[in-house]
């Protein structure tokens, strides 16, 4: 250490691309040193003279002077294209670090690799977090949403910088605690999927109002503009009046000219791919996941429309204002019903991960710096303050009383969009899923006897009806007296 000066670092960071150049800059708006570094050392000497001039933060030339310049504990964020990056830092970094040094990932990497990383740190006696970054640019310039999960120990140290920076709701800082190992991340895994779910939903009361209603982009702006004053204020609703008002040079909304093929990069697909290993019904995100893919087929799409007819003459008939009101409605109670399938992840994520996970906290972190902060994230996180262990949010007594509120108006808006022809898979999903949330009895008795009768899957009887004849546990039926007695395999549900 002799040839090092006294390290006066309080957070170091790799990776100068835009979102760390923004981080970093708001670490040192805080009052922390912060101590920068990127693998092409170039781009740390034009960051500190440029974006960075007049700041107190402190420049790395190699990954051994980085860490000597941070204090121990040493808090170390890492902003790298999630994936083998990532693991090749943190051995660059093992080397050169003492017992308790932090390591922080800030990317967005999938969950399991989060969860095999700190097992790896701690093994190794060092610690790690699983950070989820949300906001953009903009947000980790001026306040993220921040979800942090992994080494429990590690908070304490890393507390004050992250609350500092992140965005403040109702003078709370959007980040707390996630859980442990790999929670963080799947907590951002989860956030990004309820993101697929509210851009699909909006993009189907758009598709409504332009193609059923025949709605000017204008008129369009300004309904939603009027839902961003109510139950539905959001960052979401209150970017999408100003992109359906933005003129092209010709005076054409821009959004006309936008070819309709939605990217994606893979986080929706992640938690869908979650809920169905999990067994969770996590039904709308699912449908916004394949709602991208069905876009990206354009030129089928294209032979389609000229070979598959629709309904005959279809045309909206009733008051536009009234259908408009009826639409926003159903708009909200879609979106709760997204909200409560993302949380039923989350509960049964920590029951299969033994996470501890703080669902207010997770509310508060999303109530701003995020992509979906919006107002009634504060009702969600009242909902869990007020019970804990809130079995679903359906349950609670102000959610239970927004969905009746909004029922009838859902049920007629997703009645007229199919009598008109236009697709709305997430609008429908989320009503299917609530009518068979409420159903005490499913079909599925009819589909277990269907596996019983051509597999000998087994099935079980209603409490209600075992005695000597109908045993409990599993049980297998000779359907035709043509089939044998021996089951295929045991039922599972």
């Known amino acids: 250490m002799s040839k090092h000066s006294e390290p006066i670092g309080d957070f170091g960071l790799i990776g100068l691309a835009v979102m760390g150049q923004n981080l970093i800059l708001n670490v040192n708006d805080h009052g922390f040193v912060a101590v920068a570094y990127n693998r092409t050392v170039s781009k740390v000497d034009h960051f500190l003279q440029n974006e960075a ?10 990954i051994e002077d980085f860490v000597h310049k941070l204090k121990c504990p040493r808090k170390i964020m890492l902003l790298v294209k999630a994936g083998s990056a990532v ?5 660059q970094l093992i080397p050169y670090l003492n017992k ?8 967005n990497s999938h969950f399991p690799d989060s969860i095999r990383r700190c097992k790896y740190l701690e093994e190794k006696g060092f610690r790690f977090i699983g950070c989820g970054v949300s906001g953009g640019e903009s947000g980790a310039r001026y306040g993220p949403s921040l979800m942090p999960g992994g080494t429990p120990s590690a908070w304490e140290h890393v507390r004050p910088i992250f609350q500092a920076i992140a965005a403040k709701a109702d003078n709370e ?51 939603f503009e009027l839902w ?3 139950e539905l204020d959001s960052y979401l609703i209150e970017i999408t009046q100003n992109i359906v008002r933005y003129k092209d040079t010709d005076g054409v909304p821009l959004v006309e000219k936008v070819r309709d093929t939605a990217g994606q990069k893979g986080t929706g697909k992640w938690t869908a791919i979650s809920a169905l290993d999990l067994g969770m019904p996590v039904t709308l995100i699912g449908e916004a996941v394949f709602s991208r893919t069905l876009s990206a087929l354009k030129d089928e799409r294209t032979r389609a429309s000229k070979l598959l007819r629709g309904p005959n003459n279809p045309k909206f008939n009733g008051d536009k204002q009234i259908f408009i009101r009826q639409l926003g409605q159903a708009l909200y109670a879609s979106k709760l019903i997204s909200y409560a399938q993302g949380f039923m992840l989350l509960r049964e994520a920590a029951k299969d991960n033994n996470w501890n996970l703080n669902y207010a906290g997770i509310a508060l972190m999303w109530r701003g710096g995020c992509i979906i902060r919006s107002a009634f994230l504060g009702d969600i996180k009242n909902a869990y303050v007020n019970n804990p262990n809130l079995e679903n949010l359906l349950f609670d007594s102000f959610f239970k009383k927004a969905i009746e509120d909004a029922q009838e108006s ?16 997430a609008f429908s999903t989320a009503l299917a899923f609530y009518d068979g949330y409420r159903h005490e009895k499913l079909p599925a008795n009819l589909l277990q006897s269907q596996r019983d009768y051509f597999g000998a899957h087994t099935f079980r009887y209603l409490d209600e009806f075992i005695d000597a004849q109908h045993p409990s546990g599993d049980v297998h039926v000779n359907w035709t007296g043509e089939g044998g007695n021996v089951s295929a395999s045991t039922y599972q549900a």
């Not at 693991?87 to 051995?91: H, L, P, V």
Request: proline share 3%.
């Open 410 to 425: 859902w049920r007629h808006v997703i009645s007229q969009a199919i009598l008109l022809g236009i697709p709305i898979p």
């Open 100 to 107: 308790d040094d932090i390591i922080i990932d800030g990317g």
């Open 228 to 230: 961003n004053k109510g």
């Open 87 to 91: 693991d090749d830092f943190i051995e």
């Open 53 to 62: 001039k007049g700041t107190n933060i402190i420049g790395a030339r190699s």
């Open 173 to 223: 800082p959007c980040c707390d605690w996630v859980g442990e190992t790999g929670a963080g991340h799947y907590v951002k895994m989860v956030h990004n999927g309820i993101e697929y779910g509210d851009m699909q939903l909006i993009c189907e009361a758009y598709h409504i109002m332009r193609e059923g209603l025949g709605l000017s982009h204008d008129e369009i702006g300004d309904v």
